[in-house]
């Protein structure tokens, strides 16, 4: 019989691909994962892991229990929230994490509909990218994350995480009114017309960026990043100041009052997707579906489409 946690900390190895990433995600000093994996190696009877230069590599052994894994992880959590629904009142605790644009709109409403209709739900929220929440649900540290993810970059993939959308939202040129005057009111931008513009770009959302310079370079150039922000007030105020442009989801710009025009991007089409996340196996814990059924609700009267 194989033990669950050695097997969690293989599948662990094969998402992060170090010994040093899973002991971070584990809480685990690298020693101990490497121990555990030790053992669980000798459980199995056959070399598991293959040490080429500074990287490990899964043998086929390996990834045949990886994949096995995956399902035991995803049925360990349906059980857990089949024994929770037996329970018919709503209560205990969840962990929430958002993206900062997504935290106020989506979240802070959830979370008050939640404590009005459940009392003995407590929600607790926190911020994070999604890169980092969706290392936090597979550690367990939360149990429900708001995601987004653009149209031309690969998409998340985690096999032990379940994703359904909310919203879809196109991606705004931020242009400065005067800029904005000489190409119409209200009308269309086109990136070719900024290829001498400023920039201003996210820092933490290093996806946006990349998207920022894909479609740049889709518009035969590349951007000049001048400015780089976490802030979307920060963002907005260089856009109304003159100094440069911006692209931005609908759904943080339309959170800020500011001097700007917005315009969709009429070169190519740019959207992001905003969804819930949970672990597989997860969804069926009262709590959590309380959660995930009052984000949706909140979600459903915003704009939807681009």
Same mark, same amino acid.
């Given at each position: 019989?194989?033990?669950?946690?050695?097997?969690?900390?293989?599948?662990?190895?094969?998402?992060?691909? %170090?010994?040093?990433?899973?002991?971070?995600?584990?809480?685990?000093?690298?020693?101990? /994962?490497?121990?555990?994996?030790?053992?669980?190696?000798?459980?199995?009877?056959?070399?598991?892991?293959?040490?080429?230069?500074?990287?490990?590599?899964?043998?086929?052994?390996?990834?045949?229990?990886?994949?096995?894994?995956?399902?035991?992880?995803?049925?360990?959590?349906?059980?857990?929230?089949?024994?929770?629904?037996?329970?018919?009142?709503?209560?205990?605790?969840?962990?929430?994490?958002?993206?900062?644009?997504?935290?106020?709109?989506?979240?802070?409403?959830?979370?008050?509909?939640?404590?009005? %209709?459940?009392?003995?739900?407590?929600? *607790?929220?926190?911020?994070?990218?999604?890169?980092?929440?969706?290392?936090?649900?597979?550690?367990?540290?939360?149990?429900?994350?708001?995601?987004?993810?653009?149209?031309?970059?690969?998409?998340?993939?985690?096999?032990?995480?379940? *994703?359904?959308?909310?919203?879809?939202?196109?991606?705004?040129?931020?242009?400065?009114?005067?800029?904005?005057?000489?190409?119409?009111?209200?009308?269309?931008?086109?990136?070719?017309?900024?290829?001498?513009?400023?920039?201003?770009?996210?820092?933490?959302?290093?996806?946006?960026?990349?998207?920022?310079?894909?479609?740049?370079?889709?518009?035969?150039?590349?951007?000049?990043?001048?400015?780089?922000?976490?802030?979307?007030? /920060?963002?907005?105020?260089?856009?109304?100041?003159?100094?440069?442009?911006?692209?931005?989801?609908?759904?943080?710009?339309?959170?800020?009052?500011?001097?700007?025009?917005?315009?969709?991007?009429?070169?190519?089409?740019? %959207?992001?997707?905003?969804? !819930?996340?949970?672990?597989?196996?997860?969804?069926?814990?009262?709590?959590?579906?309380?959660? !995930?059924?009052?984000?949706?609700?909140?979600?459903?009267?915003?704009?939807?489409?681009?």
């Amino acid at each position: 019989m194989f033990e669950v946690r050695r097997l969690r900390l293989l599948w662990e190895l094969a998402a992060h691909g %170090t010994i040093a990433a899973v002991a971070e995600a584990c809480a685990l000093s690298p020693s101990a /994962v490497s121990q555990q994996l030790s053992l669980l190696e000798r459980e199995v009877r056959t070399p598991l892991l293959i040490r080429d230069g500074r990287r490990l590599v899964l043998t086929e052994a390996a990834r045949i229990l990886v994949a096995h894994t995956e399902r035991v992880l995803a049925e360990l959590e349906q059980a857990r929230a089949e024994v929770a629904a037996l329970d018919h009142n709503v209560r205990g605790t969840v962990g929430l994490v958002a993206f900062p644009s997504a935290a106020g709109v989506l979240a802070a409403p959830a979370i008050a509909e939640c404590q009005a %209709t459940y009392p003995d739900l407590r929600v *607790l929220l926190g911020e994070e990218e999604p890169e980092q929440s969706v290392a936090g649900l597979r550690a367990r540290r939360i149990d429900v994350a708001l995601v987004y993810e653009y149209n031309v970059l690969p998409r998340l993939h985690d096999a032990g995480i379940e *994703l359904q959308p909310l919203l879809h939202e196109p991606l705004l040129l931020a242009l400065p009114p005067r800029r904005a005057t000489q190409m119409g009111d209200g009308g269309p931008g086109s990136l070719e017309g900024l290829s001498q513009a400023r920039w201003i770009a996210p820092g933490s959302d290093s996806a946006l960026r990349s998207v920022l310079v894909r479609a740049c370079n889709a518009a035969g150039f590349d951007p000049q990043l001048d400015y780089i922000s976490d802030d979307y007030r /920060v963002i907005m105020a260089l856009v109304q100041a003159g100094v440069g442009v911006s692209l931005i989801p609908r759904l943080a710009a339309e959170q800020l009052a500011a001097e700007v025009r917005l315009h969709p991007v009429t070169d190519l089409r740019l %959207t992001r997707t905003v969804s !819930v996340a949970v672990r597989s196996g997860s969804g069926g814990d009262p709590a959590i579906a309380a959660l !995930v059924r009052s984000l949706r609700r909140v979600a459903g009267p915003l704009p939807n489409g681009g």
